[in-house]
T-cell receptor, first 115, second 111 residues
Framework: NAGVTQTPKFQVLKTGQSMTLQCAQD?????MYWYRQDPGMGLRLIYYSASEGTTDKGEVPNGYNVSRLNKREFSLRLESAAPSQTSVYFC??????????????FGEGSWLTVV | TQLLEQSPQFLSIQEGENLTVYCNSSSVFSSLQWYRQEPGEGPVLLVT?????EVKKLKRLTFQFGDARKDSSLHITAAQPGDTGLYLCAGARVGNNDMRFGAGTRLTVKP
């Protein structure tokens, strides 16, 4: 069971470079998310997609763009990387089930360093 | 300020002690989840609480959802070193699809 797969696992960028984090899920979930996790900050929502074809800003969207390519894939792009974007990035997906809430399944994380 | 406030931020206890961590908000949530995260990994779901006042037990862990669905607590009985980790609460406000997380409680249980 692959679940949520995100790539790359590690990346070092120079300030001003661009890159795209890729994410795919095989659970047929409608909702997908991108979070960043910094020490002492928990997980902060960057963007989410409630369904194929829709995307919405989360808590910290500045400096990022997303694409919901199809139901399976949700990519995160940094157009001009800045040192403040050094973080661990998690992709996630979820499905709302009646009486069971909204359970999120996470990828393994992408460690991004901007120098 | 975060939508979900967790306390305490850090907790270090001896094996065998009991502890409670809290997750509070001024917003109403359709459900709240508790996750546990280990270093180098993504968070893993422990439990979901859906109904106001609901109590769920998972072995030595007891989870409670507040009557007004604005807060939740996690109580661990007789903590063990294997309970060490980052505990996160998360939820989506009523009428919203965005899942928000608290900053987490970092628990260390010493043998």
């Amino acid at each position: 069971n692959a679940g949520v797969t995100q790539t790359p696992k590690f990346q070092v960028l120079k300030t001003g470079q661009s890159m795209t984090l890729q994410c795919a899920q095989d659970m047929n979930h409608n909702s997908m998310y991108w979070y960043r996790q910094d020490p002492g900050m928990g997980l902060r929502l960057i963007y989410y997609s409630a369904s194929e074809g829709t995307t919405d800003k989360g808590e910290v969207p500045n400096g990022y763009n997303v694409s919901r390519l199809n139901k399976r894939e949700f990519s995160l792009r940094l157009e001009s990387a800045a040192p403040s974007q050094t973080s661990v990035y998690f992709c996630a997906s979820s499905e709302v089930r009646p009486n069971s809430g909204n359970t999120i399944y996470f990828g393994e994380g992408s460690w991004l360093t901007v120098v | 300020t975060q939508l979900l406030e967790q306390s305490p931020q850090f907790l270090s206890i001896q094996e065998g002690e009991n502890l409670t961590v809290y997750c509070n908000s001024s917003s109403v949530f359709s459900s709240l989840q508790w996750y546990r995260q280990e270093p180098g990994e993504g968070p893993v779901l422990l439990v979901t609480v859906v109904t106001g006042g609901e109590v769920k037990k998972l072995k030595r862990l007891t989870f409670q959802f507040g009557d007004a669905r604005k807060d939740s607590s996690l109580h661990i009985t007789a903590a063990q070193p294997g309970d060490t980790g980052l505990y996160l609460c998360a939820g989506a406000r009523v009428g919203n699809n965005d899942m928000r997380f608290g900053a987490g409680t970092r628990l260390t249980v010493k043998p």
